[in-house]
């Protein structure tokens, strides 16, 4: 199987530059507004579009994408709402990989959440919480729905197991940049990460990913020559924050622009 993630970093390959996958909160700060930012992301040159699916113990986000779902769940955002959300945007829109926690898909079912994102038209799903043993279940249920699901190395993880990571993920290879929760106000440091993805570029031909903390046109630039795609959440919701619908979409086109551009440079 050959997914629509494993495609868009494919062609992206062909044409010599990055993957830029922004993450947008379901229902943040309301299901009408994510729709735009869907519609304008996609149509601003996004890849793939990682899209949260609002939790209320998220391990692995920093503050701002934790209080983005915070608001997500205050608004009575559910899974059915996304699934919903999917299955408007999927047929017009660049790829949508949820990004979710185990819990909720263990509370709805491993088999019928398989079944009912693909069924909406998702590329996949990524959920930070399960280690690679506890993942194996998941995935192979996604994959006997041709559904795709990246998984995660860290800069702690060991170069066997991170070669086993990486030959267990479909779509890419998702490269923590740093140890701790995601988040842009601290710049992730660029030599030990440089260092990271040259190592794993000798484990796999698989597509490698890099986030957690890249915020700006520089940090695409930093890691252009050793990635293969850039994940960019918290810095784009905090551009957009307290914003709506189109006003909402503008200012995230005007803020991915130069990352996109820097992605095809």
């Known amino acids: 199987m050959v997914g629509r993630l494993a495609q868009a ?36 040159g996004a890849d793939a579009i990682e899209l949260g699916i609002p939790y209320s113990d998220p391990l692995a986000d920093g503050p701002t994408i934790a209080a983005a779902g915070a608001r997500a769940l205050a608004n009575g955002t559910r899974l059915i709402d996304v699934l919903d959300l999917v299955r408007r ?3 017009k829109s660049a790829p949508l990989l949820l990004f979710t926690y185990f819990n909720p898909v263990y509370r709805y079912g491993i088999e019928r959440f398989a079944q009912a994102i693909a069924d909406a038209g998702a590329a996949g799903a990524i959920v930070p919480d399960l280690s690679l043993e506890e993942s194996t ?12 699901m990246p998984l ?5 993880t060991t170069p066997g197991r991170a070669q086993r990571i990486a030959d267990a993920a479909t779509g890419f290879v998702y490269v923590v940049s740093r ?13 030990p990460l440089k260092e990271q993805l040259r190592a794993l570029r000798a484990l796999t031909v698989k597509p490698l990913a890099v986030g957690f903390g890249l915020s700006r046109a520089a940090d695409v630039s930093e890691i252009a020559p050793f990635a293969d795609g850039v994940v960019v959440g918290s810095a784009l ?9 189109a006003e909402a979409a503008r200012r ?5 622009a130069p990352l996109i551009g820097q992605a095809r440079a």
């Open 9 to 44: 970093f494919a062609l992206a390959k062909d044409t010599r530059r990055l993957c830029f996958v922004p993450y947008v909160m379901a229902g943040d700060p309301d299901l009408e507004t994510t729709e735009a930012l869907i519609a304008a992301l996609s149509e601003a």
């Open 89 to 91: 945007c999927a047929a």
């Open 137 to 148: 279940e998941l995935r192979g249920t996604l994959r006997a729905h041709d559904l795709e």
């Open 152 to 156: 995660l190395v860290a800069p702690s």
């Open 179 to 191: 140890l701790g929760v995601t988040g842009a106000g601290k710049t992730p440091n660029f030599a």
């Open 237 to 245: 919701i905090d551009s957009y924050a307290g914003s709506r619908r």
């Open 252 to 256: 995230a086109t005007e803020f991915a």
